[in-house]
Every structure is written in C-alpha cells, then in structure tokens.
C-alpha cells in the first residue's frame, strides 16, 4: 500500500468495547428522514429516553434519534430532561444539522457531539434527500466547534459503497481543524433503498485510512463501531493496526492478535470510543 512506509511511527493503541455507553433515542424508533444506509434500522437497536430515565446507571450515554426531514435530530425538546438527569454521567450527542438556537442550548448539556461529516453535494442528495448541501454540514461543524467538543464521523462508501466524498471532507477538515476523526464504514442494511450494494472495496478503504493517517498525524484517528462484520471487518481492523489508527471499536479478534504480535501497548475502552 502506497504512504506506509512514511506512516508516524505508533506504538499503543486501544481497543474500545463501549458495553458501558447506552444508545438513547430521543425519537424512539421513528425517524422521518428514512435515509438510504438506514431507514431507521439503527434506531430499534436504541433505548427510547423514557426507558433510560427511568431506569438507567450507566456512567455515559450516546443520545441520538431519528431526524427531521431537515436533517437536524430533535435534541432540542429533551435538554431539559437530560440535563435533569445527567449528574455527572457523559453524553456523546449525534444532532445532525442543528440550528444556531439549539447549538447554544445543547452546549451546556454536551461533553461531546459526534457529527456526520458530509461534503459531497451528490452523496447528501442521493442518501439524506434532506435539501441540505455541503455548505450546510461546514457551517453547522463550526458552529459547534465554537461551543462543544466535536468529533467529526466519516462514513467510508457512505454513498452506497463508493468512496466518493471522502477525500475532499478530509481537506476541509484539514483546513478548520478538527481534534480527531471517526470513520466509520458504509454496510448494506436489509430493508433499506441500500440493502442491495456492496461495502466499500478494502484496498479503497485502507488508502482513505492510510491518508488521513498521512494527512492527521497528531490528532486521535478512531475506527468507530459501525462497520461490516465478518471477514471484512478482520482485514479492515487489521489495516487499521498496522497504518497507526489510535483506536478500534469492537475489533476483530485477529487485529488484537497483529497488535500483539506488533508489540503495541494496548489499552482497553469501556465506553463510547470519543469520550
Ligand atoms: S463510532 Fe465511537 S463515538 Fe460513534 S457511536 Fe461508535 S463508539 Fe460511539
């Protein structure tokens, strides 16, 4: 592969299980966007807030939920509650494309937002149909950064499995800054308009991984949970070692086995990889 003989030179990295970070949906398992990599699968595998209010003790929360047909996730109407609630507990808060009002309000709850970095006209159109352009999702990024700690999420063959965005968000994010990255990979979900495409080739994906590698020396590089499983998943995971990534969430068994073998220092994470 092409670049990984320059590669910085890594010699630890961590391993995140996040049994200890609950997935909440602020909507339940309702979501008016039906996004073409979704349709609201995702959310059926989270905790509706009622159910986690009331019977909840886990030392952090991913607060997501399904979006408004403008793209932004409805976080705004439950602050109050999840601030009520919070004591001392973390949240990672997936909000789409929020609006300034909201920005303001959520900062205060916060310690973290996850945000879906998308820069491709075509890919918005095609997979959210939200209305919404590239320059939408920059604003909104810097936005947040003025106030919150943002960890951009970079879906790898978000556009039915063709890498086509991907290297060109990279360059804007090298251009506003940002103080780690998140990728995360395009899977086919069944029932979904994308239930019929195929992941992104490997090859394609571990040179994405290489040049942000490249590109992002210094900051924090997490391979995130969602991502095929499977015998992609022990590739990918095992690029993801040896190119230097900083983090693997969930990684397969043979990429701690090549960590091992790499003499690495490897750490364990319990929780949502960005907190
Ligand atoms: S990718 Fe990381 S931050 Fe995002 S949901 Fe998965 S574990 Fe949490």
Known sequence: MEGLGRLPDRSSICFAYPHKTRPVSVTGPSCELNCAHCGGHYLQHMQPLAAAVAADDSPSWLVSGGCRADGSVPVGEHLAQLAAVKSG?????HVGLVGEAEIEQLAAVADCVSFDFVSDDPTIREV???????????????SLRRRVRVMPHICAGLKGGQISGEYRALEILQALGAEALTFIIFMPTRGTRFGDRKPPDITEVARLLTHARLNFPAIPLHLGCMRPGGRYREEIDKWAVRIGFDTVVNPAPAAVALANKLGLTISRGEECCVL
């Not at 507990?89 to 808060?93: D, K, P, Q, T």
């Open 89 to 93: 507990r973390r949240y990672n808060m």
């Open 128 to 142: 959210f149909g939200n209305g919404r352009q590239a320059a939408d999702y920059i604003a909104c990024y810097q």
